[in-house]
């Protein structure tokens, strides 16, 4: 008897102690560890990230990991193609009761909001549409920043806000792999002005290129 629980008091001590920093998975697992964890079917994939299909309280997001030397630094779930400012307070709100169930208060910003109480123009009663909704946890290994986005936020400022769709977005990632995960992210953002760089090269097009009509 004493030696079995010798074997499993050894087998303990030599297995990597992970715990779940993001749904089963652990800051540091390596891709093929991470996708072990998962029972969702992946949707798309590339070098460094994983993207599945999943749910928050019912409510449909794509769950992304991010890998840097393969390593998991970075997580995110994220809601989008939401069509109005109710349904974009509405999720952010939904998942912001979660995360408050899990970690408690944020440290900034809140949840709860309805922005129909929050208006610029008291003698009509227009709605500010224009606020944004955030709020962030902090542990011992993580960070966790809750917000609101527009869906294309390349063209904000373009249209008018009753024409936006939007995204709520939740960030989680790890304190310790953050300097790992900005130099990851600052190379793959190179690589990805080389190739347009080069596409323009290779294709003939530059500023002296380009006829412009009044």
């Given at each position: 008897m004493k030696k079995l629980v010798y074997v499993v008091i050894f087998i303990l001590a030599i297995q990597p102690m992970y715990s779940a920093d993001f749904r089963n998975a652990s800051w540091g697992m390596s891709r093929a560890q991470v996708e072990a964890t998962?029972?969702?079917?992946?949707?798309?994939s590339s070098d460094y990230e994983l993207?599945?299909?999943?749910?928050?309280?019912?409510?449909?997001?794509?769950i992304k990991y991010i890998f840097a030397e393969d390593s998991l630094?970075?997580?995110?779930?994220?809601f989008h193609n939401i069509a109005s400012h109710d349904l974009r307070d509405s999720v952010y709100n939904t998942v912001g009761r979660v995360l408050v169930d899990k970690y408690g208060r944020p440290h900034d910003g809140?949840?709860?909001?309805?922005?129909?109480t929050i208006v610029s123009d008291p003698e009509t009663g227009k709605r500010d549409y224009s606020r944004f909704l955030s709020a962030s946890w902090r542990t011992k290994?993580?960070?966790?920043?809750?917000?609101?986005?527009?869906?294309?936020?390349?063209?904000?400022g373009l249209v008018g806000f009753d024409d936006r769709k939007f995204r709520v977005l939740v960030h989680y990632s790890c304190n310790e792999l953050r300097n790992l995960a900005q130099r990851?992210?600052?190379k793959r953002q190179c690589e990805e002005f080389d190739r347009q760089d080069k596409y323009l090269k290779d294709h003939g097009i530059g500023v002296g290129t380009v006829k412009v009509t009044r």
């Open positions: 998962e029972a969702l079917s992946v949707v798309n993207i599945y299909l999943g749910s928050v309280s019912g409510i449909p997001c794509f630094v970075d997580a995110w779930f994220i809140g949840v709860g909001y309805d922005t129909r290994v993580t960070s966790i920043e809750l917000s609101t986005l527009y869906e294309d936020p390349i063209t904000n990851s992210s600052w």
